[in-house]
């Protein structure tokens, strides 16, 4: 299985800064990673896909980039919405999640 | 506008069969390249795939898990079924069906449609 690592687990940020959640495969993915955003008792909801394509409908504000093993999701503003968590996954293969990033605001 | 819902029990005892029942609506599973996928995510912890099925009924099953699963499609009642035997205390989880966007090849998938979620407990 491939391990895929999110760093920080929880992180704490004010309305307006720029927030940047890495994270980190056991193995080169290339550019198969996704980012997912999660709120109390909801689904999952894909903001990006293939490291930096957004999801349609989801704020210009959320970026991705990276490719290999590394990979960062960017909010360039943080907005009180945010607050989630958000979880990366990789899909070069049988996919797997990382652990999650609690964004708290 | 593709929907999914998934159904099922919401309470089990171990060493049980589940069946959950996914029912979608806004795309057909007998279309080229349409797949459905299954996920769960046990409470407080992170997401884990589970198994994917396609319009060719083509089946890829996790590997830590694929002696406990079968799906199986209905495409003229638009479902995807899932079961899984002998169930534990550690399969306690909300479960999810989504609607495969994209992948480089058969077995990987990310899902841009997902259902509301359905937790199953399993106790004794």
């Known amino acids: 299985d491939i391990q895929m690592t999110q760093s920080p687990s929880t992180l704490s940020a004010s309305v307006g800064d720029r927030v940047t959640i890495t994270c980190r495969a056991s193995q080169s993915i290339g550019t198969w990673l996704a980012w997912y955003q999660q709120k109390p008792g909801k689904a999952p909801k894909l903001l990006i896909y293939k490291a930096s394509n957004l999801e349609g409908g989801v704020p210009a504000r959320f970026s991705g980039s990276g490719s290999g093993t590394e990979f960062t999701l960017t909010i360039s503003s943080l907005q009180p919405d945010d607050s989630a968590t958000y979880y990366c996954?990789?899909?070069?293969?049988?996919?797997?999640f990382g652990g999650g990033t609690k964004v708290e605001i | 506008q593709i929907t999914l819902k998934e159904s099922g029990p919401s309470l089990m005892t171990p060493t049980q069969t589940l069946t959950l029942t996914c029912t979608f609506s806004?795309?057909?599973?007998?279309?080229?390249?349409?797949?459905v996928g299954w996920i769960r995510q046990p409470p407080g912890k992170a997401l884990e795939w589970l198994v994917l099925?396609?319009?060719?009924?083509?089946?890829r099953y996790s590997p830590s898990l694929q002696t406990r699963l079968t799906i199986t499609k209905d495409t003229s009642r638009n479902q995807v079924v899932l079961t899984m035997a002998n169930i534990d205390p550690a399969d306690t989880a909300t479960y999810y069906c989504?609607?495969?966007?994209?992948?480089?090849?058969?077995?990987?998938?990310?899902?841009?449609?997902w259902s509301q979620g359905t937790l199953v407990t399993v106790s004794s």
């Open positions: 989504a609607h495969r966007l994209e992948g480089p090849n058969w077995n990987a998938a990310v899902f841009d449609y």
């Open positions: 099925i396609y319009w060719d009924d083509d089946k």
């Open positions: 996954q990789q899909y070069t293969g049988y996919s797997t």
């Open positions: 806004g795309f057909s599973l007998s279309t080229y390249g349409v797949g």
